[in-house]
RNA sequence: GCCGCUGUAGCUCAGUAGGUUAGAGCGCCUGAUUGUGGAUCAGGAGGUCCCUUGUUCGAAUCAAGGCAGCGGUACCA
């Protein structure tokens, strides 16, 4: 090496930006929060399914890199044979190249689900990641109705399983093809990319976060933000408005009440009467399953993205609210949503296959539960740590660890090199509920002394002068060296209940 | 991407008419306690004051540029 003198290069330990570690207690909750996800995900007949992170970038969709920006949305990378691979940004892409590429195979309809994590590339936000875990059902194969019903009483479902109350709730239903003839009610007939079209949309979307002046202006002239930007408007005159707000307060009352009213607004138009029939029996559907308008709620003024959903849209929507740590309100707003994609399949194999989805974003979902106190504790995750006495006994220790596993209790020894203090110092880090020593004078006894760690925390916010916390052997027992399980179970009983 | 705000210890933050050795609380480490966490007391470690250039006898403090973070907004399959 030529440079022999300085400066060693030293990494700094640090996470590229939008993406975090998660860690003990969270990583147990999160995995006991999928488990419910799927186990009603799997009580509704849907089969599990895993695809790698990686797929190829023209597979993915939309977003092939170009030279400028490959990243773009989406992480990208090139194979040696210089293909383009990206990094999934959702569990349905791969879904659609999957059915297509064994669609004779399969049943059909074809029915699965499917939790890990995706990428994208964006700006992060709080509460907001570049990796986050997604958890979807979909049936591929079927029509309209049923299948996208079974969905939205699923998604009820799942949030019930998580220990969100009824009422706390909602799953707000639409119909993309209301939206496609409530556009032409105001004369806007463009395909896809009429940017007229799009900038209505994306304005109709904000209503829940603008409210309805945000919403009349950037269907209007334009709305400028707090921090003095500017945001172009569509350009509809006054009356062309007033038809869109009205298509958009059109919800409310009973699924009935609602699709009179929107039977009213664009039930006119071809479109409009298809959409409305899909709606009307999904709702007879609903109602024979008795999930009421308290769950399962139409709403026109759900737009859900503005790709490839091609009918049904639906969302599920936290409606419960809590204060942060520093007494700001906080609303959840939507954890998932899904609808019916027709045309996803058909990218790959040029016939159309109607599909419909549903996808829970996890980690908002356990915000949410954090907040409502629904997180389950897993109280007992923590081990029971047995201290190292005398370190030329540690048979004695290993045995002790052995004898307390095969009870089933968690447990451990304390493999660092300090002392007793430090040891102590170490169980109440972990979280320990009890601690097993061993020393000399138990030995001698034929005993093992359990302290309770709990207890001991408990006593010690009474200890107020130096001489109590000094005896403070308070919170522990001598037991038979025999007698160490059953001693160790009575403690954790106590702390648990 | 656009607009605004902010960058001082592991964390939360004080610290300007530019002036010795840059502070607090919490956390961490050590001791009081040769076998004991959490209370208390005493001590200690820990800083390129975001970076670069400039103004100045002298810059955490002033200026310019950059970078990063936060908030809003746009986009979001």
Redesign the pocket.
Known sequence: MVEKKKKQFRPKARLP?GLIDVYGAEVRALARMLDRVRGVYDLYGFEPLETPALEYTDA????LPDVDRPNA??FSLQDDDDQWMSLR??L??PLARFVAQNYDALPKPFRRYQSGPVW???????GRYRQFTQIDADTVGAPPGAADAELCMMAADCLEALGIPRGGYVIRLNNRKLLDAALAEIGITGGEDDPQR??VL?AMD?LD??GETGVRL?LGPG?K?????F?AGAGLDDAAIDKVLAFLGAGGGSADETLARLGAAVGGLEIGAEGINELRMMAELFAAAGYGPDRIAIDPSIVR????YTGPVFEAELTFEARSEDGQLIRFGSVGGGGRYDGLVARFKGVQIPATGFSLGVSRLYAALEALGKVETGAGDAPVIVLV?DREHMGRYLAMAAELRAAGIRAEIYMGA?????Q??Y???RGAAV?V??????RGRGEV?L???????????E????EA??S?????IAVKRDELVAGVKSILQRTAS
């Open positions: 930006k993915l969709g939309k977003f949305g989406v940004y959702d349905t892409a994208r590339n964006e700006k992060p936000g709080p799009l900038t994306r904000k976060r603008l950037l709305r933000d707090e921090s003095g930007d945001t993205g503005l790709d490839y006495m300090s002392g007793v203090r430090a102590m110092k169980a109440d880090k601690v020593m061993e020393g000399e004078d138990e002394t302290k309770d760690l709990v207890l001991g925390a408990e006593k010690s916010s200890i107020t002068d130096n916390w000094r403070g052997a308070a919170a522990q």
